[in-house]
């Protein structure tokens, strides 16, 4: 029985143990209902919304840009076609081996890999990175067929803004270009990859207008980023067009006009006060921008010599040279320091000091008025009035004709110029006025400064009356053709109490600059008598002429190279019979106002009349455009 | 071999058949086919690929179970060494020319059939510590000169697993050997010796561990620091644990296991799967089927009345306790990955057969609960 005892000890020792231990399991257990009522319950929330944040992607979808068009409905920014490649980090393991994958299907150069790394390091990691776009039909096939071997890219037909003018339009409507980290913002639009925003004109100033809203759509992905199903969408709202006063073929033709050389020209409607043409020569290809510039791209735009990104016409500052002559007459006519009938001798130059202030004609003018001394361009009569008026007063006149400040153009970059007072010289360089000063400032020169769209602004208030129309290069309600606005400028703008003998006085100088025998761009003149145009010349130093050169002699602009050549300057208003348009057109280094900027501003104005933009129905075409024609050879006669 | 005298020593196989314990078919029947409807729904609402074959599985090997639970119980006891001892020559062959698979070598290509040396060791080593040990007295167990021997036989296999290298299976080893010395009355402090002295060798084991085992443990420790890396599996496997709540998200509805964000759903990850569609209800019921079915494994160690047979079903249980509690641990993340499958659920056809032969053996000690089995029958020559 010995044996049977130990048995026992044996069974009683095993039953003691197993339930022992399966008393541990048992609450081993109860530790793993614990977790999993901790997982389950406790955190479910937390647990389903990462569920939830696995399953379902969030898809921005990007609305179609507004275009850009002219007045007639033409479209200068539109929109084309664009096959692109991306890669998403987060549905790859390994964004190396997929970047490889791909390179052996499309070329992926090492710039654009280390980019591309960047921005997955930037951007969280289910937006979508660009790795090549504006892809060839065949190269966008090919990655289709292997996308199984490429995890984590995608494929998609986007949309890319498309300049079909090019140059002709890229100092009006500017480009766009990608989002700069600096300019993320709350837009979620402005994360997608590849989005465009506008960078410069048009594009940037309206550039909400022109985006639209962002559509999104819901999309359940399986672990591999594969959609299954699209669980909700929403288009979102395509973005505006915006209607631009610019007349395309006006444009077109003024641009080509200035061939090589550099500079700008404003045509605007002087009642309206709508900008049908704004070029700067030479412009830029906008497409550079979108597509991504190149470098050697980069650096030709800028170190040409003719800076073609530079809008010149609102953002060159020259001063006006004989230009500002009307308006120094009225400030002189309207504090009473001259009368109409008041009589300057010319000698040819004027002593002031111990300086000599030179006349641009040698022999000297003889006796002059208000009226031909304008027809003359005689600068000792405006030395003389600029003398006894005073530079605050004139800088009065400019202020109320729309110089010295920004004219509000909706557009980027443009620059106020100068009109100094004695209160500005104190400010800006700490000295008083001396009275020397005036002398130059009658003739458009020393701190004076102005662009070319301020002086086409001046000429449209000089010749519509004198009201305080503004620029303006977008339209506001909405449609083509003519504004339907079609009151006068008197019933719109507020006047600018010029005194109207006066305007009239200035008015009649502009008319004889163009009319032979003795106005100086009298060899531009416009022959058909209902197209002919009134203007003034102006011719404004880059460079002081020395004592010594005076002495010896005065070169000639040809002689000089090109940086020191004076810039050619013309304001216009046609017809006379009826202003309508007015224009500024300046030739930076162009030499004399008379020979180099007169005759392009006439084939403008010639240009312009025909087309009439302001009148002309959207339906009819304009006519075909010829270079002008029934104008005077080329005069000689030189502006102050 | 004379007279073994009392009742059941001899019974025919109808009555064997009928003492079967059917209430515990009936258990693995309704575990397993609840495992075929979580296949079904992992693929994707497919009786194909997974749950047809399983069936077929469970099928052949409920009756290979029942073969084994009517075999009288002291062939069995025979055969434990020679399969111990096969199972050992396996493990050495596999180590010399076993094939690569995953990464380690585990099988045997033994021509028709792929075999896992491993699997087999798994039984045959309780089958061998409980032949062992029935030939020991209540005094034997207390020395130490008795416990050489066994401690031989658990760690040799346990060496060549680890080898492979395979911890988990390594681990399963030596946690249901020491089980069965447990169960045989050997002295709690000799067991606290070995668990401090274990604990003392872990850092210089851990030098000898791959690096992929290594970040596994690293993993475990901190899986959200690196979640598209090795820490993925634990945090979706957590995710879609916690997101399935309460009542869960529904049959085949299951977001993270359809769409893939769980790996492995139809093995070592159906709980998951099975809970993120049913729910902390369905979680709890089928862990409460698994308790109901280790229950019936101690109930059946403690009704018999040999010491082998205790010990066989003591161990047997065990070890399906912890197959069951390392993979719930594992996919909830308490315990770092190891690849341990949930018995009867997860879909693989070694893992279901080792399973059934098991659970037949544990049905054979119910059959065979009164057979007295003279202690002189665990000599090596009997």
């Known amino acids: 029985m010995a044996i049977n005892r130990r048995d026992n000890d044996l069974q009683r020792v095993f039953t003691r143990r197993a339930l022992l231990l399966g008393t541990a399991q048992l609450g081993l257990f109860g530790a793993l209902a614990a977790r999993l009522y901790y997982l389950q319950v406790m955190e479910a929330h937390k647990y389903h919304l990462l569920a939830e944040e696995n399953r379902i992607n969030m898809r921005l979808l990007p609305p179609r840009r507004g275009r850009v068009l002219d007045r007639f409905g033409t479209e200068l920014a539109s929109n084309r076609r664009n096959y692109r490649v991306m890669i998403v980090a987060e549905q790859t393991r390994n964004v190396d081996a997929t970047l490889e994958a791909l390179s052996k299907l499309i070329q992926v150069d090492d710039t654009q890999r280390a980019r591309v790394k960047r921005e997955i390091e930037r951007r969280r990691k289910f937006v979508p990175v660009v790795v090549a776009e504006n892809l060839s039909w065949d190269d966008f096939a090919k990655i289709n067929l292997h996308s199984p071997d490429l995890p984590g890219v995608q494929l998609d037909v986007g949309e890319t803004r498309d300049y079909p003018y090019a140059q002709t339009f890229s100092h009006v409507v500017g480009y766009v270009g990608a989002v700069a980290e600096n300019e993320l913002g709350d837009d979620p639009l402005l994360e997608l990859p590849g989005f465009r925003i506008g960078k410069s004109g048009v594009e940037k100033v309206y550039d909400e207008r022109l985006r639209g809203r962002a559509g999104h759509s819901q999309i359940e992905v399986n672990a591999y980023g594969r959609a299954i199903r699209e669980l909700e969408r929403y288009n979102g709202q395509q973005g505006d067009d915006v209607v631009l006063t610019i007349d395309a073929d006006l444009q077109r033709f003024a641009q080509e006009r200035f061939g090589e050389d550099s500079g700008a020209a404003v045509v605007m409607d002087i009642h309206t006060g709508e900008i049908l043409a704004l070029v700067s020569n030479p412009g830029y290809d906008p497409n550079w921008f979108n597509v991504g510039i190149t470098g050697p791209q980069w650096r030709q735009l800028n170190n040409d010599k003719y800076k073609p990104l530079i809008n010149k016409a609102i953002a060159g500052q020259y001063p006006p040279g004989s230009t500002y002559k009307m308006l120094v007459g009225i400030a002189a006519l309207e504090s009473g320091s001259m009368t109409p009938e008041t009589r300057v001798f010319c000698p040819g130059h004027m002593d002031f000091g111990n300086n000599t202030f030179h006349c641009w004609k040698k022999g000297g003018h003889g006796t002059m008025n208000y009226v031909s001394a304008l027809e003359e361009s005689c600068d000792v009569y405006f030395y003389e009035a600029a003398k006894r008026t005073g530079v605050d007063k004139i800088g009065e006149v400019a202020r109320k004709l729309g110089l010295g400040d920004f004219t509000g153009i909706d557009l980027t970059g443009e620059r106020r110029g100068i009109i100094p007072t004695r209160a500005w010289k104190q400010g800006a360089l700490g000295q008083p006025w001396h009275p020397g000063e005036n002398l130059v400032i009658g003739i458009g020169q020393g701190y004076v400064t102005t662009t070319p769209l301020q002086l086409a602004v001046m000429t449209a208030r000089l010749a519509n009356g004198g009201y305080a129309v503004p620029p303006r290069i977008v339209r506001k309600e909405d449609g083509f053709g003519p504004a339907t606005d079609q009151r006068p400028a008197s019933q719109r703008w507020p006047s600018l109490n010029i005194k109207r003998e006066q305007l009239d006085l200035a008015l009649e100088g502009m008319i004889r600059v163009t009319a032979p025998p003795r106005g100086t761009a009298a060899g531009a003149r416009i022959m058909q008598a209902q197209y002919a145009m009134a203007g003034k ?16 002699r005065v070169r000639k602009n040809e002689e000089k190279p090109w940086e020191e050549r004076d810039h050619a300057l013309f304001v216009a208003y046609a017809p006379i019979s009826a202003p309508r348009y007015a224009c500024a057109v300046i030739i930076e280094h162009g030499g004399s106002g008379a020979k180099a900027a007169a005759p392009v501003a006439r084939d403008i104005m010639l240009e312009c009349q025909k087309l009439d933009p302001s009148r002309r129905p959207r339906s009819a075409p304009g006519p075909t455009t010829t270079t002008a024609s029934g104008t005077a050879p080329a005069a000689t006669k030189d502006g102050g | 071999m004379a007279h073994w005298s009392t009742r059941g020593n001899d019974q025919s196989i109808s009555r064997k058949l009928r003492d079967v314990n059917w209430g515990l ?170 668990i401090i002295g274990g604990g003392a060798a872990l850092p210089i084991a851990w030098n000898f561990l791959h690096d992929y085992q290594k970040r596994r443990v690293l993993t475990f420790m901190n899986p959200e ?147 007295e089995i003279p202690r002189h029958m665990s000599g090596p020559l009997s």
């Open chain 1, 537 to 552: 010349t102006g011719s404004s130093q880059v460079r002081r002429i020395s004592r010594l050169e005076r002495e010896t």
């Open chain 2, 225 to 371: 620091e690196d979640p598209l890396g090795s820490g993925y599996h634990i945090l979706q496997s957590k995710i879609a644990l916690g997101s399935g709540g309460f009542s869960g998200k529904g049959f085949m509805q299951g977001t993270q296991s359809h769409l893939s964000f769980l790996p492995e759903k139809q093995t070592d990850f159906i709980f998951t799967m099975f809970a993120e569609e049913h729910g902390l209800i369905g979680a709890l019921v089928l862990i409460a089927l698994y308790i109901l079915l280790i229950a019936y494994g101690y109930a059946i160690a403690l009704r018999s009345r040999s010491q082998y047979g205790r010990l066989l079903a003591g161990g047997l249980t065990t070890m399906l306790f912890l197959y069951v509690f390392i993979n719930i641990a594992m996919v909830s993340g308490l315990v770092p990955v190891v690849g341990v499958p949930l018995p009867l659920f997860s879909y693989g056809g070694t893992a279901m057969m080792t399973l059934l032969v098991g659970i037949g053996l544990l049905v054979n000690v119910y059959v065979h609960r009164d057979v």
């Open chain 2, 25 to 194: 078919v009936l258990l693995i029947t309704v575990i397993a086919s609840l495992g075929f409807t979580a296949l079904y729904s992992a693929a994707g609402g497919d009786i194909d690929p997974w749950a047809d074959r399983q069936m077929a599985r469970f099928a052949v090997g409920l009756i290979i179970m029942l073969v084994i639970a009517v075999t009288d119980i002291r062939i069995w006891m025979r055969l434990s060494y020679v399969i111990y001892a096969i199972g050992l020559v396996l493990l050495i062959a596999v180590e010399l020319v076993g094939r690569i698979g995953m990464g380690a070598q585990r099988w045997l290509d033994l021509g028709i059939v792929h075999v896992q040396p491993s699997e087999i060791m798994k039984i045959a080593l309780v089958l061998t510590l409980a032949r062992y040990f029935h030939g020991l007295s209540y005094e034997d167990i207390g020395r130490i000169r008795w416990l050489v021997l066994p401690l031989a036989i658990v760690l040799v296999p346990v060496v060549l697993v680890i080898k492979q290298p395979d911890l988990g299976t390594a681990m399963l080893l030596l946690a249901s050997s020491g089980a069965v010395f447990f169960f045989t009355g050997v002295r709690a402090w000799k067991f606290m010796l070995v």
